[in-house]
């Protein structure tokens, strides 16, 4: 049996098993939904450009940050804490299934339901904030790598979290505590202009998301300091899905 | 041919050791049931074995070392297993047969744990015996040689327990070897060729149920119940001991009870009940890990045990060695 059966195989049961957990689902979607809605429609600014000053595009790396932040980070280290609390992993240790593949697996679930996740994203920006999002074939295919690279980054991380917090809850509460600070301070919603100047952002991955998906929805042709972005972000992605592979846990 | 092989497993969890020297031999097409109290060790014996915790020692399957060896050929069950909960008997079937190199047919797996009606019912949505015969499927998917199952009966009513005994014993059969883990006594005289028993982290017996009955149960024993005197013992021929709500009359065959009986009512003595039991691996058990943890029974033999210890005139129960005996 290859490598791609088991993946077939695990990718299959993980996404059947997420998407029968229909409060799962539900709130998966609708949660960066509702900021688009709150924040980019209901509450408005002369500008145009919502709750902030910027253009209505600025703001499109964070309603997809929100996704490609969250949702990795919970469902991947939630599913790391529920296989470690069901003794799954003790199984899996003794089937052909390697922890990188169990790793890869979930972060193509992940992948899936974050770009459709991140699809409704960009059509309800476009509809209720009518922000000018470039869309060429370039564009997209970059868009694409971005939420690619970013989501397997966040999915190792969270594989980290999951391995070394000791529940569910603890999951959420770390998840939370690290996304936070990162969404806000990783030049997503708030310009790094109104950042302190000794704020490290460059060590955020999200920090070489959030320019990366920017110069790209809102700049047409290629710039050379997006392929350095995304570049760097495909680095830290590989680090992560190493480092969360090798954390994962057999049994103690 | 021997499948299992651990020589001087050790492993401490901070101050508690878990492992203390264990030797074990497991032979091609044997049943062993490992038995303890709760904390004994047993698990890491078992995560031992299958290579999914370190231990001091060694450790080899079918000659390898359990990280390494061939998983086709292992299936194992772990302690508190439990697969996704919204996914059907089936699909969890299918899902861990789709991560072996060659799988069994999943309708064939499903028959022989008696799934079939329940096949396409969630696991959450199972009974408890139905969800453990799911998770005993799981570890038969990929045809092992080697079948090792932490507590694979909990839960399991008495018809699932002998059906999933039944498919155990078929297995055996047909040369897979199977290691087991059980807190039942009538399962591991049920099944095992051999018991070992483990008491704080060492292996204190490890032989044939009979052996071992015949080693460390004692004799059979007709107990009384009722209020009785002191002296009653006095009018009787054979050893006996008094409880606080009976008498147990030590060494009684079959042929003896109406001896007895005579004996009591010669004497006057009114009862309410009379039963007979022989020795069996429960009695060991109690025994053997009295031995090392008066604790596991309280200080206190089985009701009506006829233990090595508590017959007057006998010499202390002989405690097996640690070593290997296979």
Redesign the interface.
């Known amino acids: 049996m290859s490598r791609s059966s088991r993946l077939r195989a695990e990718i299959s049961a993980a996404g059947r098993a997420f998407l029968r957990r229909r409060t799962a689902v539900f709130f998966t979607f609708v949660f960066p939904l509702l900021l688009v809605v709150i924040f980019g429609a209901l509450i408005t600014t002369e500008s145009g450009g919502g709750l902030f000053t910027e253009n209505a595009v600025y703001y499109v790396p964070g309603y997809l940050a929100v996704v490609v932040l969250f949702t990795p980070l919970s469902r991947v280290g939630s599913e790391v804490a529920r296989h470690r609390e069901d003794n799954r992993f003790e199984k899996l240790a003794t089937t052909p299934l390697r922890r990188s593949e169990w790793l890869l697996a979930g972060t193509a679930v992940n992948l899936a339901i974050i770009g459709i996740a991140g699809l409704l994203i960009l059509a309800l920006m476009v509809l209720l904030t009518g922000a000018a999002i470039v869309v060429t074939p370039t564009s997209i295919l970059l868009l694409v790598a971005f939420v690619v690279a970013g989501v397997a980054c966040f999915c190792g991380v969270g594989a980290i979290l999951g391995s070394l917090t000791d529940s569910q809850d603890g999951v959420i509460a770390a998840s939370n505590t690290l996304a936070l600070p990162l969404l806000f301070l990783s030049e997503t919603f708030v310009p790094p202009a109104m950042l302190p100047g000794w704020l490290p952002t460059g060590l955020s991955p999200l920090t070489y998301f959030s320019r990366g998906t920017r110069a790209v929805a809102s700049t047409p042709g290629v710039e050379s300091s997006v392929l350095v972005d995304l570049g760097i972000l495909a680095v830290l992605a590989v680090f992560a899905l190493l480092l969360g592979a090798w954390t994962l846990p057999r049994t103690d | 041919m021997t499948a299992v092989v651990a020589k001087d497993l050790r492993r401490r969890y901070g101050d508690t050791v878990a492992l203390d020297g264990v030797s074990l031999t497991l032979e091609t097409g044997e049943v062993f049931a490992l038995v303890g109290p709760n904390g004994a060790g047993k698990t890491t014996l078992v ?1 031992a074995l ?4 370190t231990v001091e020692g060694t450790v080899s399957v079918f000659g390898e070392d359990p990280q390494t060896v061939d ?2 050929r ?14 059907s008997a089936r ?2 079937l ?9 799988a069994r047919s999943v309708d064939a797996v499903l028959e022989d744990v008696g799934l079939v009606d329940a096949a396409d019912t ?1 696991y959450e949505d199972l009974s408890g015996g139905q969800q453990r015969r799911t998770c005993v499927g ?1 570890t038969l998917v ?1 045809e092992p040689d080697l079948l090792v199952l932490d507590e694979p009966t909990t839960g399991i009513d008495p018809a699932g327990r002998r059906s999933l005994w039944n498919l155990l014993d078929g297995l055996a059969d047909h040369g897979v070897t199977i290691l087991l883990t059980t807190h039942s006594m009538e399962e591991a005289s049920r099944l095992a060729d051999r018991v070992g028993l483990l008491a704080n982290g060492s292996l204190v017996a490890c032989d044939p149920p009979e052996t071992l009955i015949e080693a460390h149960a004692g004799d059979p024993r007709l107990t009384v119940s009722g209020s009785f005197d002191e002296d009653v013992i006095e009018n009787l021929s054979m050893p006996a001991a008094l409880g606080p709500d009976s008498l147990t009359v030590h060494g009684v065959s079959p042929t003896d009870i109406g001896a007895v009986v005579e004996e009591l009512d010669a004497a006057g003595v009114t009862y309410d009940g009379i039963s007979w039991a022989e020795p069996d691996l429960e009695d060991v058990y109690m025994a053997l890990a009295e031995d090392v943890d008066p604790a596991v029974t309280g200080g206190r033999q089985r009701e009506g045990s006829a233990g090595p210890r508590s017959i007057p005139g006998q010499g202390d129960g002989e405690q097996a060695p640690t070593e290997d005996r296979s």
């Open positions: 995560r299958t290579g999914t915790t998983p086709q292992i299936g194992v069950l772990p302690q508190s297993f439990s697969p996704h909960a919204r996914l699909e969890l299918e899902y861990y047969a789709g991560l072996y190199d060659d969630w799981a990929n």
